[in-house]
């Protein structure tokens, strides 16, 4: 094991980085354990990939509740990458109890703003439930058993602006991911990143699915198109694609979140919200096109999101026809778009989802996914 790295401005780590932290932190309260301080603060190391060694979190807050509880509190720090989970509080409250030879020696729970899936289990993936098990099993006295439940003060709130509900995560934010350090989705780094792939996946196949993060591949993968042939494209639309035309490939399918992809039909091709967010005009402009009303139009404006959005055009009658023309655009501005910066043609295609994950639209040419090369 490498020695402890400290949490710093040019490190972002995880969500489930953070929970494990506090749950950890009021664990070894809970023992007596003294956490080491560093300027001024606790910090409590998190063992993570065996080739990071393990991380050094700062604890906000931390204390005994009774005699077998406690509570403590970190704060996500993504660093310097683009994440709406950026400062939320994360309380990890902990209780040692007699141990129950029917139930596993560590229980995970998901407290207020943490998601849930539709049986009740808390939204605790595979990454994250590793990482409590390696930090907090081995400390566990015997005899006994440890309760951890993760509280999210404002991830009930925070999950509204995700696509987590078309996922079956509900009432709150996961602890998803695959790593410790946060993937940047923004970043000049995260754009080299998929070019690389994307050059390596062309070297197989002339036709890709484009998706916008992970609930765009999963939509990608349950329509049937091979894992091979899709590329994650985060916010880099617009430069992937000019790369793939550059790079001989024949047709691209974007995927993804029709809060998300429809700027593009307002010819924002790097869809990050600290770039430009103009989607409820868009949405208005797609309404006035197809003979909505100037109310109907004023009353869209008001709304604050996409979703009430759509909810508004579904009780007009207008969603369907609305969010059609928008696939429609967005075809039209990517293939305008590539021919631009590319001098080249790209057959596409384009898959509108909502919030529950059902696919709304289609347009474009390769509509049918089959399990070959073609999309």
């Given at each position: ?50 080739e ?47 141990k ?38 081995a ?61 390596q ?6 036709q890709?699915?484009f ?5 765009g ?88 999101t ?70």
């Amino acid at each position: 094991m490498q020695d402890s790295l400290p949490s710093s401005p040019q490190r972002g780590y995880t969500l489930p980085v953070f929970a494990v932290a506090a749950a950890k932190a009021a664990f070894h309260h809970l023992l007596k354990i003294p956490l080491p301080q560093e300027g001024g603060c606790p910090v409590v190391a998190v063992q993570v990939e065996p080739e990071v060694g393990s991380v050094r979190i700062p604890v906000e807050q931390v204390a005994t509740l009774s005699e077998n509880t406690a509570l403590a509190i970190t704060r996500s720090d993504p660093g310097p990458h683009l994440d709406l989970t950026r400062n939320t509080p994360v309380w990890g409250w902990v209780a040692l109890e007699e141990k129950d030879p029917t139930a596993p020696p560590l229980l995970l729970e998901a407290g207020e703003g943490l998601g849930r899936h539709a049986d009740g289990s808390p939204a605790i993936y595979a990454y994250a439930r590793h990482l409590f098990e390696v930090n907090l099993l081995a400390g566990i006295p015997e005899g006994y058993r440890l309760r951890v439940r993760i509280i999210l003060p404002e991830g009930k709130l925070l999950a509204e602006r995700t696509s987590n509900a078309a996922f079956g995560v509900l009432e709150g934010l996961a602890l998803v991911g695959t790593r410790a350090e946060v993937e940047p989705s923004a970043s000049a780094e995260s754009l080299e990143q998929a070019r690389q792939e994307l050059q390596q996946k062309l070297e197989q196949h002339r036709q890709l699915a484009f998706c916008l993060g992970s609930h765009g591949q999963q939509v990608a993968l349950r329509q049937g198109i091979p894992a091979e042939q899709i590329l994650r494209v985060a916010n880099w639309v617009g430069p992937l694609l000019v790369e793939a035309a550059l790079r001989g490939a024949e047709a691209v399918h974007l995927i993804g979140y029709h809060g998300k992809l429809i700027k593009l039909a307002g010819g924002i091709f790097t869809t990050s919200s600290h770039v430009a967010d103009a989607r409820l005009e868009i949405l208005v402009a797609a309404l006035i096109r197809c003979g909505g009303a100037a109310e109907q139009a004023r009353r869209l404006l008001e709304l604050g999101t996409v979703e009430a959005a759509v909810q508004y055009l579904e009780s007009l009658g207008w969603a369907e026809p609305v969010l059609q023309a928008l696939a429609c655009r967005i075809c039209e501005r990517a293939t305008a778009y590539v021919q631009k910066y590319a001098g080249r043609s790209l057959a596409l295609a384009v898959t509108l989802f909502d919030r529950q994950g059902q696919v709304c639209v289609q347009a474009g040419q390769g509509l049918q996914p089959q399990p070959a090369q073609a999309l």
